[in-house]
């Protein structure tokens, strides 16, 4: 019998979704034997009854959920627990489910604030006001859906990747364990390491040293050339069948995407002390908390000082 399969998305891009596609032909296979009972992204199946004729919201029961995004309004907070009532496994698929996402860096501003900029603010508005009675109201900051709602699996990336997905979906359809790589971008990174001081940080647009065509090993680590490289501080598990990870193969730094090592960890501690390490001087960043907490800003970015 196929396992129903319910997906939600909150405060979102939907590269996420566009990862599931991305699975490529053994997304069939998935297909198969699943029966796919919500998912907004892709079917006309509304929360209120297709007429808007219920007074709560309802998803249908189903075996496996998937939310993509943060929580950012109140209706994004009743679908969580929502979605979190009715599926027996609740998966939190991307960065913005695991963390908040880019959304949460606005965890800097009280809601408020953010209405003003936005509504009134900004010189691209005509002042208009505030949006009617009928839009949900804004929570009073980015939440990561396991801050809501207890969750079954996180799957970080910005935007996750297909062999995650997919490994992930087919244990579970198969009834065996999914496990998630535990070690550090840069413990999968197969760059050079020389441990030689840099002076100054370049600016991320300029190409680092590499020859096209060769083996990732002979390429310099991209910190030690001076780039802001996240990957001491960041999950591993972006690589594909290779185990690369995904934005070194590209030669490019990694920026963080799966967030801190550990639920316990503080990347900005972690990243203070790589720099550190090889002579360069955090305080060249300027925006250190953002940057550090780029997509893990629910719970761990919080309102600036009044400027
Ligand atoms: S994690 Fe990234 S790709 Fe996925 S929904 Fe959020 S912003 Fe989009
Ligand atoms: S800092 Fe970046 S380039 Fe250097 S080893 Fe770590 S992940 Fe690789
Ligand atoms: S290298 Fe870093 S930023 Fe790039 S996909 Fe991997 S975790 Fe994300």
Redesign the pocket.
């Known amino acids: 019998m196929a396992v129903r399969l319910a997906e939600e ?1 909150f405060s ?8 599931i596609l991305d699975i490529g032909e053994p997304l069939l296979d998935v297909l198969k034997q699943v029966q796919i009972v919500h998912m907004p992204v892709l079917m006309d199946h509304k929360v209120y009854g297709q007429t808007g004729e219920g007074t709560s919201m309802e998803i249908p029961e189903a075996e496996v959920g998937i939310i ?3 929580i950012r309004t109140e209706e994004n907070k009743e679908l969580a627990k929502e979605m979190r009532k009715k599926c027996k496994t609740l998966i939190a ?6 963390f908040g ?3 949460a860096l606005a965890n800097q501003y009280l809601a408020e604030e953010l209405l003003e900029k936005v509504y009134h603010g900004s010189k691209s508005t005509d002042g208009n006001g505030l949006p009617g009675k009928d839009v949900p109201a804004l929570t009073d900051r980015v939440y990561a859906v396991h801050e809501v709602v207890p969750v079954d699996l996180s799957l ?5 990747t297909p062999e995650m997905v997919a490994g992930a979906l087919t244990s579970l359809l198969q009834g065996t364990p999914f496990t998630m790589s535990n070690k550090s971008v840069c413990d999968e990174c197969p760059t050079k390491r020389e441990k030689k001081s840099v002076a100054t940080l370049k600016r991320r647009l300029d190409a680092p040293e590499f020859t096209a065509g060769a083996p990732l090993s002979e390429m310099r680590c991209l910190m030690e050339q001076g780039y802001l490289c996240l990957g001491p501080a960041t999950r591993g598990g972006c690589g594909g069948s290779d185990g690369v990870p995904r934005c070194i193969r590209a030669y490019m730094p990694c920026e963080g ?1 799966f967030g801190p090592l550990t639920d316990k960890s503080n990347p900005m501690v972690d990243m203070m002390g790589a720099l550190s390490s090889i002579g360069l001087d955090p305080k060249q960043i300027p925006d250190r908390a953002a940057t550090f907490n780029r ?1 893990a800003g629910a719970g761990r970015l919080r309102p600036l000082p009044k400027r």
Not at 12 to 19: D, R, W
Not at 156 to 160: D, R
């Open positions: 998305w979102v891009c939907a590269g996420c979704e566009v990862t993509t995004g943060g698929l991307g960065s913005c489910a695991c996402g880019i959304p970080p990336g910005c935007p996750t995407c997509f």
